[in-house]
């Protein structure tokens, strides 16, 4: 079994959708959460951390459930520019950040 | 404030040939961390280095070295190239291994033929 594990897609959806990846880990020692965005052909690019009493910025809206050790990204009002891969990722308890597959999103006019 | 910087940024080489990729962090960082990237997979850690020795190992064999310099740049060797270490190569540098502050390079486009 992945240590992170995501749908890997592809989600296709017109502009001005709500989009909403999951994510499941497996080691409940997990300190801290994010969710990463990767362009085609690109390094990964921080989106936003994750807390489990939620956060929110702007359009997008990411949730931690530990006692089911389960993480998400909700994407309202998707934009052209939001097509890209976003990566689930988790730090484990020794230090070292793991990635998931990457779930790819295409937002289409 | 220059960020990371790798390089080369594309490569090819033979099976059986050696590689040396390099990264320097962002200034201020101290820690660097190198990833590989397979087509359609999320990064995997190889190794990180912290104040010129290796701190943590991923699950990649012996023929992936690296090596931290006093001026907290790095290199990452691989040995004896297999067609599957065909890969995007990734360098992230934080301070003092804290994850939040993760900064990546564009990456080294290695291809093994």
């Known amino acids: 079994r992945k240590e992170v594990e995501q749908d890997p897609g592809p989600f296709n959806v017109p502009e001005g959708a709500t989009v909403a990846f999951n994510c499941t880990y497996s080691?409940?020692?997990?300190?801290?959460f994010f969710w990463y965005r990767q362009d085609c052909r690109k390094e990964p690019k921080l989106l936003m951390s994750v807390y489990s009493s939620g956060n929110e910025d702007g359009r997008f809206t990411a949730q931690l459930n530990r006692a089911s050790q389960y993480i998400s990204l909700l994407i309202r009002d998707s934009k052209l520019s939001d097509s890209a891969t976003y990566l689930c990722v988790v730090n484990s308890n020794t230090g070292k950040l793991i990635f998931g597959q990457g779930t790819t999103l295409q937002v289409k006019p | 404030d220059a960020g990371v910087t790798q390089s080369p940024t594309h490569l090819i080489k033979t099976r059986g040939q050696q590689v040396t990729l390099r990264c320097s962090p962002k200034s201020g960082h101290d820690t660097v961390s190198w990833y590989q990237q397979a087509l359609g997979q999320g990064p995997q850690f190889i190794f990180q280095y912290y104040e010129e020795e290796e701190r943590q190992r991923g699950n990649f064999p012996d023929r992936f070295s690296g090596h931290q310099f006093p001026n907290y740049s790095s290199e990452l060797n691989v040995n004896a190239l297999l067609l599957g270490d065909s890969a995007l190569y990734l360098c992230a540098s934080s301070l003092d291994g804290r994850d939040y502050g993760y900064t990546f390079g564009s990456g080294t486009r290695l291809t093994v033929v």
């Open positions: 080691n409940s020692a997990s300190q801290s």
